[in-house]
Nanobody, 115 residues
Framework: QVQLVESGGGLVQAGGSLRLSCATS????????MGWFRQAPGKEREFVAG????????YYEDSVKGRFTISRDNAKNTVYLQMNSLKPEDTAVYYC????????WGQGTQVTVSS
């Protein structure tokens, strides 16, 4: 059974930082490109960042380029999202999944950025 468990969210002031983690189980983690997604209230879930299975390439949505960094540890079956220079518009529930969103979604982790 595939499980994706996100953690590390919280309340932070604008300009602050958070590091999200996503622990996975039940899938051959090292075989999958992974991604982070977010869903703000009243909006569709959107792609934020992606990383190849090897970690050799990363991809970012334009609004987070230069502020967010995705990384992975294949030995720990975990993907991370370092978020710096946070803005109020980054407020959302953050989820991880394969880059194509093919696994059951986890519960996500809430990120709230105050102005």
């Amino acid at each position: 059974q595939v499980q994706l468990v996100e953690s590390g969210g919280g309340l932070v002031q604008a300009g602050g930082s958070l590091r999200l983690s996503c622990a996975t189980s039940g899938l051959t983690f090292s075989s999958y490109p992974m991604g982070w997604f977010r869903q703000a209230p009243g909006k569709e879930r959107e792609f934020v960042a992606g990383i190849r299975w090897s970690g050799s390439s990363t991809y970012y949505e334009d609004s987070v380029k230069g502020r967010f960094t995705i990384s992975r540890d294949n030995a720990k079956n975990t993907v991370y999202l370092q978020m710096n220079s946070l803005k109020p518009e980054d407020t959302a529930v953050y989820y991880c999944n394969t880059q194509r969103g093919t696994m059951p979604w986890g519960q996500g982790t809430q990120v709230t950025v105050s102005s």
